[in-house]
């Protein structure tokens, strides 16, 4: 009964998504950008609105505002302000205009609850082709850029002297995790895509002793997160986003806890 | 040949003016020292000259296909990113096994470090990896950025007489900041002082035939003056208008 077209619906979407969000997720941790991947996420809700009243496809309005978000930040960060401030003050205000803006366009049966925390249950035969699209889209680009993205990673200014342009690679990034929160939103919702961006990426750290293998590792370790996220959710009538991100987390946990107690902790 | 020059650079940060109009050239082989007060620039004009810095004013040559080995002054890697030795090595170039060992050798570290965690590091093997990295460039010119910082006396000792014995290998150039004076005076062609603009440069030939720091020198680096030693055919008159070192 478990394995009904709804499971593997759910598990081909989640798994295309996780695929590509570990390896993403493992430079957001390397470069502290969680607080980034929020705003971006937040913003996606302003897209949903967006959509609807332009009633223009989903993904088109939600890739729009979260890339409009990445550029804004990415443009704003070092004018004067910290850079963890802004990023509060931007993920936000563009939740709360985000969920104003579906309240005023006052469909009747918008389900706010849906975009907040996915529903991927909804998901389409074409939005899962969408999202492998997608997936090996972001990985495709992470491998080509990878070189020049790890250089800007562990030091602009090495990089530089490289004829590297870090301000090039951030891009690359800051509208890598756009696309990935238009992928993502159906399945976990705007609230807990960053989950899947970094949970994984964590969890690999502890026992990966290079980038590649932590970018691999947490690929991997996002999936497995997630098919047991979606079978615990069939299996208990659980909402599905939220039970593949407290799946993802006592991954965590344990990873924590074996790196403590095993001593295997190389950093 | 001028491997980079500068012509009236300046170098804003954060709205301040750093650096302003700086006329530079470094040639081939040619080993030139910066000093200058904390906060003077030193930095600030090294990354400049790599293109970390773009200039607000002036501009910044570099020859065509100039390859720097650049040693910046200080390099956090974040914990969060496993990065063994080798692999900092072969950022963003791939080196195979053969070359890194070779690196790693030259700069006086034993073969087992290419596996160890960058975070893992002492000072003194972090500012030898560092330079094994610019080496690995096969580099026309070395930019070293106060490379022995954080090194006991007999560390910075060692890591004079490593570059010197880099430089002879590869012949490049060596542009570097440095607060041993003892060891500017008597191993470069010429001296830069940078305060916010070169405020002066030269030979430093008549500072390095003073006794007291030839005696400096001779103990700190344990004989190295030997090697040291360049015929200098030229003396011209510099003076000094800042007297912040010993």
């Given amino acids: 009964m478990i394995f009904d077209g709804f499971f593997l619906r759910a598990l081909l979407a989640g798994t295309g998504i996780a695929l590509a969000a570990g390896p993403l997720g493992c430079f957001v941790v390397w470069r502290r950008m969680a607080y980034f991947g929020d705003a971006t996420a937040h913003a996606a809700i302003l897209g949903v609105a967006l959509s609807l009243a332009l009633d223009t496809m989903m993904p088109v309005g939600v890739l729009a505002t979260a890339a409009g978000m990445a550029l804004a930040v990415t443009f704003l960060a070092g004018r004067g302000l910290a850079v963890d401030t802004l990023l509060g003050v931007a993920a936000h205000s563009a939740l709360a205009f985000g969920v104003l803006a579906l309240a005023w366009t006052g469909q009747k049966g918008v389900d706010l609850h849906r975009y907040l925390f996915g529903d991927v249950l909804l998901v389409t035969d074409g939005e899962i082709g969408a999202i492998w699209a997608g997936a090996l889209l972001l990985v495709a680009l992470l491998a080509w850029r990878w070189p020049a993205l790890l250089t800007a990673t562990v030091s602009e200014d090495l990089a530089r002297a490289e004829g590297i342009h870090p301000a090039r690679e951030r891009l690359v990034l800051m509208l890598a995790v756009a696309v990935l929160v238009a992928m993502a939103i159906d399945v976990v919702g705007a609230l807990l895509v960053t989950a899947l961006l970094i949970i994984p990426a964590a969890t690999a750290r502890p026992f990966a002793t290079t980038p590649e293998r932590m970018a691999v590792s947490a690929g991997l370790i996002g999936v497995v997160a997630t098919a047991l996220g979606l079978v615990a959710a069939f299996a208990w009538d659980a909402p599905a986003g939220p039970s593949i991100v407290a799946a993802s987390a006592v991954g965590f946990g344990i990873s924590s806890l074996a790196s403590l107690f095993g001593k295997t902790h190389l950093g | ?246």
Avoid: W
């Avoid at chain 2, 012509?7 to 200058?36: K, Q």
């Avoid at chain 2, 501009?59 to 974040?78: M, N, S």
């Avoid at chain 2, 596996?115 to 094994?132: D, E, M, N």
């Avoid at chain 2, 690995?136 to 930019?143: A, K, M, Q, Y």
């Fill in chain 2, 1 to 246: 040949m001028t491997l980079i020059a500068t012509e009236d650079l300046t170098i804003r940060l954060d709205g301040r003016t750093i650096l302003h109009g700086v006329d530079f050239a470094i040639r081939e082989g040619e080993i030139v020292t910066v000093v200058g007060p904390n906060g003077s620039g030193k930095s600030t004009f090294m990354r400049a000259l790599v293109g970390a810095l773009a200039p607000a004013k002036g501009t910044v040559t570099r020859r065509a296909g100039l390859r720097i080995g650049y040693v910046p002054q200080t390099l956090h890697i974040d914990p969060t990113l496993p990065l063994t030795v080798a692999r900092f090595l072969s950022l963003p170039v791939r080196r195979d096994a053969r070359a890194v060992a070779a690196a790693l050798a030259e700069t006086g570290l034993p073969d087992t470090i290419a596996a160890r965690q960058i975070t893992a590091l002492s000072g003194g093997q972090f500012q030898r990896v560092l330079l094994a990295r610019a080496l690995l460039t096969d580099p026309h010119i070395l930019v070293l950025d106060e490379p022995t910082k954080g090194l006991d006396q007999p560390g910075v000792a060692a890591f004079y007489l490593l570059i010197e014995r880099v430089r002879q290998r590869l012949g490049c150039a060596v542009l570097m900041v440095s607060h041993d004076l003892h060891v500017v005076m008597s191993a470069s062609d010429r001296v830069i002082c940078i305060n916010g603009h070169i405020c002066c440069e030269g030979a430093p030939t008549a500072v390095s035939e003073a006794p007291e720091y030839r005696a400096l020198f001779g103990h700190g680096t344990r004989g190295a003056l030997a090697l040291y030693q360049h015929e200098h055919d030229h003396h011209h008159e510099h003076s000094h208008d800042h007297g912040e070192h010993p």
